[in-house]
């Protein structure tokens, strides 16, 4: 049982690696064809303010109010009530966040959409967030919060994880 998890374990990250690769491809490419005039990004410190704000909602039971203010490309791929039962799901199963630190703060471009897994990330500029949390339960998860610049010029979030 433990080698059949375990080799789980290591496919899930070997995708999420080549996903990765492909999205850090993509961002240098990006990079060296972006326009002159790009949209100027908020301050790293309200990213990091929104993202815990959101992180703290969906650990308290609120995901669906999280939805509700996510960008259009992120509803178009997930209902609100699926959002909701998945994300508190997780945050059920990891328990109660007793602390969370955020650790990283990235910017990538990506110069046409990536399709992986069924699912197509679209083109445009991302922020992500990454925190570590610790739990009443005694673990550790990583949480990341991806904004996405929305077509009307503002940064929404588009994705949640929680690993």
């Known amino acids: 049982m433990q080698t059949s998890s375990t080799f789980v374990s290591l496919r899930r990250s070997a995708r999420q690696l080549a996903l990765a690769a492909t999205m850090g491809a993509a961002a240098i490419s990006a990079q060296a064809q972006a326009p002159a005039q790009q949209q100027a990004a908020p301050s790293i410190d309200s990213f990091v303010s929104t993202a815990a704000s959101y992180l703290t909602a969906i650990s308290q039971g609120k995901a669906a109010d999280v939805w509700q203010n996510s960008s259009p490309e992120m509803q178009k791929s997930e209902t609100k009530k699926n ?14 966040i007793t602390a969370r630190e955020w650790i990283a703060v990235n910017r990538i471009v990506l110069a046409a959409p990536v399709k992986a897994d069924k699912v197509t990330t679209p083109a445009g500029q991302y922020i992500n967030v990454t925190f570590v949390a610790s739990t009443n339960k005694n673990r550790n998860i990583a949480e990341r919060v991806t904004f996405y610049l929305d077509k009307d010029g503002s940064w929404r979030p588009i994705g949640f994880v929680q690993q």
């Open 83 to 96: 959002f909701a039962k998945n994300i508190e799901a997780k945050y059920t199963e990891a328990g109660q």
